[in-house]
DNA sequence: GTTAGATTAAACAGCG
DNA sequence: GCGCTGTTTAATCTAA
């Protein structure tokens, strides 16, 4: 190791002009130089707090003693004391960091070839970049703006050391004074509101539990969540590794954010152009009533298109190839709505659904679904899979304004279907019947081939492949088994997505054993599991097997859903909407 | 033009 | 008898 000095930020700018070191070992060069800063900060504050000491006892012995500067006095030096073991733990803390880092490989400070997985940070980082950095490590850092994640690298440590040597102790000098003794609370204590609120926003900690990935461990109150944190998530490698994670989490999550940033820029200046143009040529998909959208064209400017999700206007998703956008001509296209995308294209109704899912509540505007598969989704979204027909017609006036009129129409038309299809099936249950999806039969239902132009089907398969040759028996043991490879948290995130592609892609082997078997719908994961009795119906389109790749791509699509399931457990069940 | 699927409408039966 | 549920049939429309 070599003894590092502290640069002057003049040697700094030198360094940083000349270019003459690699990111690599610019951050290097910075995260030695922040140690050494830290260290030196503490070491100054440290004395001047003993000056300060020695100048009150002196002071105190020539007023004389008062009991209650005593008292003043005493808890001075207990505050010392903590002070100076809180110290000693934080130098002890970077050694160890520093020594952690060394040994995973995440620091060389060997003068060879320094090696970092920070590269991320390093790379790509532009000397201004650099600069800021240094200013932040060297200059007039406050204990506000330099706070743990202000740097986003795994130095936590030495970054939030350096707040200590700032009159206002931030979180961590007080989590670690507080492991030490009552002393430490006191100190805790005596610090400002801005602690208090920090205790309370403490991004690990939140309702009584620990909020470290994967921990949830229950802590009744702070201290003890700062005992925890201490004791179970110190500086080791796991908790490391476990940084180096949630490092790449955010990563991904802000690439997918700006990704889809953009699109949704994309679509709003798209959108904006289409509701300007005097003609648009193709028929949209989804029609909306005249009422309503009398009131969406009167009330929204073209500029206002950004709306909140839950205003209702267009539906956001792009998934036909014509555009699903209500332009100001569609407003007289009210009629006998006969287009539905999700079957045709075996598009899945969740991922329009769930993202439209505010747009159906509020406008008049009749689903471009088919009853078939609202039903499925109703029966999918519920916490058991299943629902009696009240709950259906429920699960319909609830999700869609459009469903709140014409009942006789639409609640006869979700009879018929369910009747119709074979892949609804009626259970007789403990309190009446209830109907089901069987999966197999659904996808089934509709082989149709994909047709279109190449580019719909190419984004039908990427945006959908993770849905791909998944059987529906699989899945619902999935469900059943609450394999979260669905969730949308899954969906959102591509590193959980690989690693459910992953798992799908072993999983897939098994299932086309079972499913070139042809047609079993295994009685294990039927949903007719542990009912009483169920009617069989026979569907006179029964096709041949399609397995065709597309054949499958709705499979997977109720999944997502899962999670929003909940958020109708709660809802009182209106047993008569009409 | 043909065909298949979806929608709509209606009739009917069973049940509480 | 009434309303709900479930089944069935037929007409119509749309898209492939």
């Given at each position: 190791?070599?003894?590092?000095?502290?640069?002057?930020?003049?040697?700094?700018?030198?360094?940083?002009?000349?270019?003459?070191?690699?990111?690599?070992?610019?951050?290097?060069?910075?995260?030695?130089?922040?140690?050494l800063m830290l260290q030196q900060q503490l070491q100054e504050f440290y004395k001047k707090q003993q000056e300060q000491l020695q100048l009150q006892l002196l002071q105190q012995q020539?007023?004389?003693?008062?009991?209650?500067?005593?008292?003043?006095?005493?808890?001075?030096?207990?505050?010392?004391?903590?002070?100076?073991?809180?110290?000693?733990?934080?130098?002890?803390?970077?050694?160890?960091?520093?020594?952690?880092?060394?040994?995973?490989?995440?620091?060389?400070?060997?003068?060879?070839?320094?090696?970092?997985?920070?590269?991320?940070?390093?790379?790509?980082?532009?000397?201004?970049?650099?600069?800021?950095?240094?200013?932040?490590?060297?200059g007039s850092h406050t204990a506000d703006d330099v706070v743990c994640n202000n740097h986003s690298t795994l130095d936590l440590s030495t970054t939030c050391v350096s707040s200590t040597a700032q009159p206002k102790t931030s979180l961590l000098l007080n989590s670690q004074a507080s492991t030490n003794g009552q002393a430490s609370v006191l100190t805790l204590k005596r610090e400002s509101s801005s602690h208090e609120e920090y205790t309370h926003n403490h991004p690990l900690y939140g309702h009584g539990v620990c909020k470290w990935p994967g921990c949830e461990t229950i802590c009744e109150d702070f201290p003890s969540f700062l005992k925890h944190l201490n004791s179970e998530h110190a500086l080791d490698d796991r908790s490391t590794a476990q940084c180096r994670v949630q490092m790449q989490v955010v990563q991904q999550l802000e690439l997918q954010l700006s990704k889809d940033k953009e699109r949704l820029q994309a679509m709003m200046s798209h959108l904006h152009v289409k509701s300007t143009e005097p003609k648009a040529s193709p028929q949209p998909l989804n029609l909306v009533s005249s009422a309503t959208l009398s009131k969406t064209a009167s009330e929204a400017s073209p500029q206002s298109l950004p709306h909140t999700p839950t205003t209702p206007t267009a539906p956001l998703t792009p998934i036909t190839q014509g555009p699903s956008v209500i332009t100001t001509t569609s407003i007289h296209n009210v009629g006998p709505i006969r287009r539905r995308y999700s079957d045709k294209y075996n598009i899945p109704i969740s991922s329009d659904f769930a993202q439209n899912q505010e747009f159906y509540k509020n406008a008049e505007v009749r689903p471009p679904f088919t009853y078939a598969s609202l039903i499925r989704q109703g029966i999918l979204e519920s916490p058991e899979k299943q629902l009696t027909l009240n709950e259906i017609y429920n699960w319909f006036t609830r999700q869609f304004a459009y469903f709140r009129r014409?009942?006789?129409?639409?609640?006869?038309?979700?009879?018929?279907?369910?009747?119709?299809?074979?892949?609804f099936v009626r259970v007789e249950n403990v309190k009446g019947a209830v109907w089901t999806v069987d999966e197999m039969e659904f996808q089934k239902?509709?082989?149709?081939?994909?047709?279109?132009?190449?580019?719909?089907?190419?984004?039908?398969?990427?945006?959908?492949?993770?849905?791909?040759?998944?059987?529906?028996?699989?899945?619902?043991?999935?469900?059943?088994?609450?394999?979260?490879?669905?969730?949308?948290?899954?969906?959102?995130?591509?590193?959980?997505?690989?690693?459910?592609?992953?798992?799908?892609?072993?999983?897939?082997?098994?299932?086309?054993?079972?499913?070139?078997?042809?047609?079993?719908?295994?009685?294990?994961?039927?949903?007719?599991?542990?009912?009483?009795?169920?009617?069989?119906?026979?569907?006179?389109?029964?096709?041949?097997?399609?397995?065709g790749p597309l054949s499958l791509v709705t499979t997977a699509n109720h999944s997502p859903d899962f999670d929003r399931d909940r958020d109708y457990e709660d809802e009182p069940v209106n047993d008569d909407m009409e």
């Open positions: 190791m070599m003894t590092p000095q502290v640069i002057t930020p003049q040697q700094m700018q030198q360094i940083l002009q000349q270019q003459v070191l690699t990111p690599q070992q610019l951050q290097v060069l910075l995260q030695q130089q922040q140690a020539h007023a004389g003693k008062q009991p209650k500067e005593q008292q003043q006095q005493q808890q001075v030096a207990t505050q010392q004391l903590a002070f100076q073991q809180q110290l000693l733990q934080m130098q002890q803390l970077q050694q160890q960091h520093l020594l952690t880092l060394q040994r995973q490989g995440l620091l060389s400070i060997q003068p060879g070839q320094p090696t970092l997985p920070l590269q991320s940070l390093a790379q790509g980082m532009i000397p201004a970049e650099l600069q800021q950095l240094w200013k932040e490590v060297t014409n009942a006789a129409t639409w609640k006869n038309a979700v009879r018929h279907n369910l009747s119709l299809h074979k892949c239902r509709r082989p149709q081939k994909i047709s279109g132009s190449p580019t719909l089907i190419k984004n039908i398969q990427t945006s959908h492949a993770y849905c791909s040759p998944l059987s529906a028996a699989l899945q619902a043991s999935m469900a059943e088994n609450s394999l979260p490879l669905y969730t949308t948290a899954s969906m959102g995130n591509p590193a959980l997505n690989s690693l459910a592609n992953a798992i799908r892609e072993d999983l897939n082997g098994v299932m086309e054993h079972t499913s070139s078997n042809g047609s079993d719908s295994s009685p294990g994961r039927s949903p007719m599991q542990g009912m009483h009795q169920v009617h069989v119906k026979e569907e006179p389109l029964d096709h041949d097997d399609n397995d």
